[in-house]
C-alpha cells in the first residue's frame, strides 16, 4: 500500500529565512508527485508537480521541490520565506492502480512565518 | 471567475438531520471529487466521479451519497448526520485522470454535527 509521511506538523521560521518541508512516500510503483497549499479559509491549490523528467520542479511563488527517488522523498524548499507563505502545506502522492489512478494526501505541515 | 464553488460555507446540524452540500465547477471538468479534511489527518477521499452519470466510492463513503446529473453539479448528501461526520469538506475538479492535471479546490464547507 502506499503512503505518504509529512515529518513536520509544524513549522515555524523567521522571515527571509529559508525553509524546507519534507515529505516522504512509500511505494512499490511508480509514482506522481504534488505539493499543495491552503491558505486559512481558502482550498487547496497546486504549488507544484512531479511527473518525470528533471527531478528539481519549480513551482509558483519561488517554491521548488526535489524529488528523489533513493530516498523516496519531495522535499519542498524556498530559499526565502515571506509572511504571507504562512500557510498549510500538503504533500500528494498518485500511483496508477487497477482501478485506475489514485491520489493520497499527507496530514500536512503548517508553517508560520514570523516577523 | 472559473472554478469550483461549494455552498454552504458553513453549518451547524443536530444529530440524525441531514443535508446537501453542494458543489459546481464552471471549467467543463469530468472528473470530480469529495473530501474530507479533519484535523492531523490529511485528506480522505469520500466519493468521485469520472462524467456524468457515473460516480464510484472513494475511502470514506460510508454515511454519504452522491449524484453527478450534470457536467457542472456533485452534490454530497449526509442522511442521517453523526458526530463523527463533524469536519471540513472539499470539492474537487480535474479535467483529466488524475495524475498530471492537479485538482481545482473548491473553498470547503465547514460542518459541525451537534
Known amino acids: 500500500a502506499q503512503s505518504v509521511t509529512q515529518l513536520d506538523s509544524q513549522v515555524p521560521v523567521f522571515e527571509e529565512a529559508p525553509v524546507e518541508l519534507r515529505c516522504n512516500y512509500s511505494s512499490s510503483v511508480s509514482v506522481y508527485l504534488f505539493w499543495y497549499v491552503q491558505y486559512p479559509n481558502q482550498g487547496l491549490q497546486l504549488l507544484l508537480k512531479y511527473l518525470s523528467g528533471s527531478t528539481l520542479v519549480k513551482g509558483i511563488n519561488g517554491f521548488e521541490a526535489e524529488f528523489n527517488k533513493s530516498q523516496t522523498s519531495f522535499h519542498l524548499r524556498k530559499p526565502s520565506v515571506h509572511i504571507s507563505d504562512t500557510a498549510e502545506y500538503f504533500c500528494a502522492v498518485s500511483v496508477l492502480n487497477t482501478g485506475g489512478f489514485k491520489t493520497i494526501f499527507g496530514a500536512g505541515t503548517r508553517l508560520f512565518v514570523k516577523a | 471567475n472559473a472554478g469550483v464553488t461549494q455552498t454552504p460555507k458553513f453549518r451547524i446540524l443536530k444529530i440524525g438531520q441531514s443535508m446537501t452540500l453542494q458543489c459546481a465547477q464552471d471549467m467543463n471538468h469530468n472528473y470530480m471529487y469529495w473530501y474530507r479534511q479533519d484535523p492531523g489527518m490529511g485528506l480522505k477521499l469520500i466519493y468521485y466521479?469520472?462524467?456524468?452519470?457515473?460516480?464510484d466510492k472513494g475511502e470514506v463513503p460510508n454515511g454519504y451519497n452522491v449524484s453527478r446529473s450534470t457536467t457542472e453539479d456533485f452534490p454530497l448528501r449526509l442522511e442521517l448526520a453523526a458526530p463523527s461526520q463533524t469536519s471540513v469538506y472539499f470539492c474537487?475538479?480535474?479535467?483529466?485522470?488524475?495524475?498530471?492535471?492537479?485538482?481545482?479546490f473548491g473553498s470547503g464547507t465547514r460542518l459541525t454535527v451537534v
Open positions: 474537487a475538479s480535474s479535467s483529466g485522470p488524475e495524475v498530471g492535471y492537479g485538482y481545482t
Open positions: 466521479s469520472v462524467g456524468a452519470g457515473i460516480t
